[in-house]
């Protein structure tokens, strides 16, 4: 995986990482403070404090904890869930935002620990054949920051066995996305079994999904870096 120039540490960024929190809320895809949002910068991490209501954050809230090691003792804590983020930063350069929360209908999965099978093509959008399920560890906790560094090695989100789901992002707008498109598969993957049992996509149409994903969203000219994408 080739990776990402890091996101700038300007007001701009930290207020884009608060907005994300308030908008979690908002759109019903998290309740209080128990969700997190952090990025990659030349810095370090950049991630929500610990226990503080969104309203409340402001730009100089966010922490600064390093891309490996100990955070430092001083100023506010960092989310509890600094560890995990730190572990997914190591793991995808490619990705330089990191959002977990508690939707809903993602934590009904994940309390009966079901992965999301190939119900909708949107899965694709997750980078596979299905949204998978990390297993089970204490919040905060090293053999939490391990089971997802490992479901997360090739997939752009998961769920959390009994706790919730995570997502990646090459911005926090593509974070914040696919968080709601996850959300809204775990709906449809639910309800779909009331009444009879869902129809699950092959892995060659998933396949299929994925080039076409390749070539999503407007043409750019050839002196352009970036490529659209899905």
Not at 15 to 24: E, G, K, R
Not at 191 to 200: A, C, N, R
Request: hydrophobic fraction near 40%; include cysteine; charged fraction near 20%.
């Amino acid at each position: 995986m080739r990776p990402a120039p890091p996101l700038p540490d300007t007001t701009e960024t930290r207020a884009a990482l608060i907005d994300a929190c308030l908008w979690m809320n908002e759109r019903h895809l998290n309740q209080g403070t128990s969700g997190n949002i952090s990025a990659r910068t030349a810095g370090g991490i950049l991630i929500t404090p610990s226990g503080v209501p969104y309203e409340d954050l402001t730009p100089d809230a966010l922490v600064t904890i390093p891309i490996s090691g100990l955070p430092s003792g001083d100023g506010p804590k960092p989310s509890s869930e600094w560890l995990f983020h730190q572990g997914m930063h190591q793991a995808r350069p490619d990705m330089p935002v990191v959002l977990h929360a508690h939707p809903p209908y993602c934590s009904v999965l994940a309390v009966q620990r079901r992965p999301i099978p190939a119900c909708h093509y949107m899965v694709a959008a997750f980078g596979g054949t299905d949204v998978p399920l990390a297993d089970y560890a204490l919040f905060g906790s090293p053999e939490l920051c391990a089971n997802m560094a490992r479901i997360m090695a090739d997939r752009h989100g998961c769920l959390m066995a009994n706790h919730g789901a995570t997502v990646l992002g090459e911005t926090v707008a593509k974070a914040r996305w696919r968080l709601e498109e996850l959300e809204t598969l775990a709906r449809t993957y639910l309800f779909s079994s009331i009444g009879g049992q869902p129809q699950i996509l092959s892995d060659a149409e998933i396949a299929d999904v994925l080039v076409a994903f390749a070539e999503y969203g407007p043409r750019h000219s050839k002196n352009q870096n970036e490529e659209g994408k899905m």
